[in-house]
């Protein structure tokens, strides 16, 4: 069986963005897929502590979890939930693999160029993650890892990563599939972006100061409707979806097709040519509260119990297939 890897961190509510481009998606494939392949869901919580994280972390863990089963995920033999800091040997891996980088490859990292601009110094964790994400995936052999193009060049390294290691010690690794057959699993032409809602000429984040610029999954059905009426958009005063001369309209066309789960080419059908943004605006809003209440009372009913449930065989299943895997790595290193 094939295996399906992905995990979001647990440093704070998550955006609309989050959800629509990177958590639904990932429920939808594995719902899909797992009645034929293996499919790991899990908290990234070390990952999380590289940067400062809002509110308690143990309670942002469940509340991560939750969020998978309030957005739909069928439980079944395949499905596994863990923790990454209680699998011990993403942390041990991790450092294998920091003595087979090189400091070249991972200084050129653009999520590390990016988190280190301007700082005249930064932690050793957010140059090293891209590390620590390529053990999360190699341990359990995964071949898909559905993720946002922000991510696509950490998948590029695992890959250089597993090949290189390979070509020493032997056939250990497997590699994952390249950026094009990911997003060809993932069904997405380009990696999916939510744009923030006052700029978007940048995708939506949950560390943007302006209030107004995101739609928390926990904001009010009312205040995230407000937040789209008061979206950017442009003085063209026609309804186009293209994403470089347009990019505000076309947000709001690719959030009205995913909170309806409608055909992103039937919602641009549908206001093609129309004039009144404020029209659009209204309809967006209009469904963005109503998927949020629906998923809302669906985060309501499950409890911490059935979270932590799932986490006991989960990490059971975890740690027995990576402590296998490792327990490989360190032999061809003659640390066993």
């Known amino acids: ?121 930064c932690n050793v964790g957010i140059f090293d993650y891209p590390i620590l994400m390529a053990a999360d995936i190699l341990l359990y052999s995964a071949e898909f890892i559905p993720l946002g193009e922000d991510q696509f060049q950490h998948i590029e390294l695992t890959r250089n990563l597993a090949m290189r290691f390979n070509n020493k010690y032997g056939e250990i690794f497997t590699v994952p599939a390249s950026t094009a057959e990911q997003v060809k699993f993932m069904g997405m032409e380009n990696g999916l972006r939510i744009r923030d809602l006052l700029n978007p000429e940048k995708k939506m984040s949950k560390s943007t100061a302006a209030e107004n610029s995101k739609i928390m999954l926990d904001d009010t059905p009312e205040k995230a409707a407000k937040k789209i009426m008061s979206a950017t958009t442009d003085s063209f005063d026609k309804i186009k979806f293209d994403m470089w001369t347009q990019p505000g309209i076309s947000n709001l066309l690719q959030i009205e097709a995913l909170v309806t789960d409608a055909p992103l080419q039937d919602v641009i059908s549908t206001w093609a040519g129309e004039t009144h943004y404020g029209d659009l605006k209204k309809k967006v809003a209009e469904d963005v509260s109503v998927m949020l209440e629906e998923f809302q009372n669906n985060l309501s009913k499950i409890s911490d119990e059935e979270v932590y449930k799932l986490l006991e065989s989960g990490e059971k299943y975890a740690n027995e297939v990576a402590n296998a895997k490792l327990f490989e790595v360190q032999k061809a290193f003659n640390l066993r």
Not at 102 to 116: A, F, L, V
Request: with cysteine; aromatic share 6%.
């Open 1 to 121: 069986m094939k295996t399906i890897l992905t995990g979001i961190r647990a440093n704070s509510v998550l955006t609309l963005g989050n959800y629509l481009g990177a958590l639904l998606p990932m429920v939808r494939l594995a719902n899909e897929h797992s009645k034929d392949s293996q499919v790991n869901i899990f908290v990234p919580d070390l990952h999380s502590i590289i940067s400062d994280v809002d509110g308690d972390l143990q309670e942002n863990i469940i509340r991560s979890l939750k969020y998978y089963l309030a957005a739909g995920l069928e439980i079944n033999e395949n499905v596994h939930i863990y923790r990454q800091s209680h699998v011990p040997a993403h942390s041990e891996l991790c450092w294998i693999l920091n003595c087979v980088a090189t400091m070249g490859e991972t200084s050129r990292m653009i999520q590390y160029k990016e988190k280190s601009k301007g700082q005249e110094s």
